[in-house]
């Protein structure tokens, strides 16, 4: 894959994924209008995770199949059980607090139980709640890697609708299935295994696949700079089918909301049509702060922009802490109770802590190359 389509959309919008993340677990128009913010945060920020998926399927899964380098796959796996592990450590003094607070209602559960809630929590449902994420990918790679390589493209790509579609009716329309007995019946041994059926299974294949896709397309078409014309056409077409479907699927989100069909709202119908949209708009559209070469010559402000949107995914929670112990000692409650504020508040410091962390990976990679010149 060539790096010049780096240099497009893709990058610039991991930063607004990114901010999306942080929207659901703020709410940041809840104080608002209720409506509104069901709309922002459980409509038009479910874009940011399939995006993520899809950028990861687009480089990564297409860059490695296509060369059959199953080495490279290997790789980016074991970064992003790295990450986990040290993302689980950061937050585990956190779940240690919860265990013991909840300690009565974990004391008469059988052992066997206790390991089952362990590993639903380690291998599905993530350590912390936002870190399904890592886990979804880990497997997701390993099932379309293993579906190419066995069944070939058409069959993982049906393969892959089928298990997204089994995962919708076990999340915004399990309103349906609850009322069909059997079909009840085999979800609720599903929700024994995961808590939810947006996790690595269901929901993590079909949009690695569909930036897999996008890949293959590009690649035989010349290149991704060849999906642009003179006249803008393919900008025009994209953004009519992205906002068109974004709105279908804000009238789907609405009326499973309205008819209360749902049991969580990560999936939706109209979803990977709206992702392929979504993307192809941002693959015809050049980059903001990509294309500014003075930025691009900075290492510590290049390092920012690159690393900065998982770590803004990984480490917000942790403002969020800061931010309600530091309200519960001063008594600042306005904080919390104004929504934009808080989203706002939680933005900024985490913003602050990833460029905390960054400016520390630059200053341990300068002794480190200091030392090897010694």
């Known amino acids: 894959m060539q790096q010049g389509a780096r240099l497009k959309g893709l990058d610039d919008f991991k930063w607004i994924a990114a901010a999306l993340v942080v929207a659901i677990h703020t709410s940041p128009l809840e104080s608002i209008n209720e409506t509104a913010d069901f709309l922002l945060t459980r409509v038009l920020a ?7 998926l899809m950028v990861t399927g687009y480089f990564v899964l297409y860059g490695a199949y296509a060369a059959g380098d199953s080495a490279k796959i290997r790789r980016f796996l074991f970064k992003l059980l790295c990450l986990y592990l040290a993302t689980t450590l950061l937050y585990l003094p956190v779940r240690l607090y919860q265990f013991l607070g909840e300690w009565t209602l974990y004391r008469n559960i059988a052992p066997m139980e206790l390991l089952l809630q362990a590993g639903r929590a380690f291998f599905f449902d993530g350590t912390y709640y936002h870190l399904w994420y890592l886990p979804a990918v880990v497997l997701g790679l390993i099932l379309v890697w293993g579906g190419l390589s066995i069944l070939g493209r058409t069959r993982t790509f049906l393969c892959a609708w089928l298990l997204y579609l089994i995962g919708l009716f076990g999340d915004s329309y399990y309103g ?3 009322q069909i007995p059997l079909l009840n019946s085999l979800y609720e041994v599903i929700f024994k295994i995961s808590s939810h059926t947006r996790n690595g299974l269901f929901f993590a294949p079909l949009f690695l696949l569909l930036g897999y896709e996008v890949a293959v397309r590009t690649q035989l078409q010349a290149g991704p700079d060849s999906q642009s014309d003179e006249n803008g056409s393919i900008r025009k077409e994209s953004a009519l089918f992205f906002f068109g479907t974004l709105l279908l699927m804000c009238g789907e989100g609405l009326g499973l909301h309205i008819l209360r069909l749902q049991r969580h709202d ?7 049509f709206c992702m392929q949209g979504l993307f192809a708009l941002l693959l015809s559209c050049k980059g903001i702060w990509s294309k500014t070469q003075d930025f691009n010559t900075k290492a510590q402000w290049k390092a920012f922009y690159e690393k900065g949107p998982m770590l803004l995914y990984c480490l917000h929670p942790a403002v969020i802490l800061i931010l ?9 409650r306005f904080m919390l109770t104004i929504s934009p504020l808080y989203y706002l508040i939680v933005l900024g410091g985490s ?5 905390i962390c960054i400016r520390i990976r630059g200053v341990y990679e300068s002794v480190g190359e200091r030392k090897k010149h010694f």
Not at 46 to 52: E, K, N
Not at 266 to 272: E, F, I, K, T, V
Not at 324 to 332: I, L, N, P, Q
């Open 46 to 52: 479910r874009l940011a995770v399939p995006f993520f």
């Open 266 to 272: 990560s999936m939706y119908l109209l979803l990977p």
């Open 176 to 178: 349906v299935t609850a």
């Open 351 to 355: 913003l602050c802590l990833v460029y």
């Open 324 to 332: 309600r112990g530091f309200v519960k000692v001063t008594g600042f």
